[in-house]
């Protein structure tokens, strides 16, 4: 089959891509689930909000805050291996809990996000 110049380099890009896909989906960590769920809605408080992420993250830098009005209060956190526990004993009771966390991927990566949930 004859190809013109133009698509031979573009199907060169497209399979340097594709070989490049899977390195980068190896080494990014990703949040796979949290406890509670995000848009959860709870009979009591949790003592601790925990996230599970697919990859080793680093133990020093994170940090998790609790929204209060208009104000971001830091919560103590604690890193497993591929897990942040948020403490949430100073948190005290509210009927709409909204949480943002970041963390630090071992390969370097920043990560954050945020988590929202309800008490009835
Ligand atoms: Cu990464």
């Known amino acids: 089959m004859i190809m013109c110049g133009k698509s031979r380099i573009l199907q060169r890009y497209l399979m340097l891509g594709l070989l490049l896909l899977p390195l980068f989906a190896w080494s990014h960590s990703k949040l796979v689930s949290t406890e ?3 848009g ?3 009979s009591a ?3 601790t909000v925990t996230l599970h992420f697919s990859k080793p993250i ?4 994170h940090q998790a805050e609790l929204q209060q009005g208009t104000a971001w209060v830091a919560l103590a956190s604690e890193a497993g291996p591929r897990a942040l ?3 949430m004993q100073d948190a005290g009771t509210m009927h ?3 949480i943002r966390w970041s963390v630090m991927a071992r390969d370097g990566h920043r990560q954050q996000g945020m988590l929202r949930f309800s008490i009835q």
């Open 36 to 38: 509670p769920e995000d």
């Open 40 to 42: 959860a809605v709870l």
């Open 45 to 47: 408080p949790p003592e």
């Open 58 to 61: 680093e133990p020093r830098f």
């Open 85 to 87: 526990v948020i403490k």
């Open 96 to 98: 709409e809990y909204r």
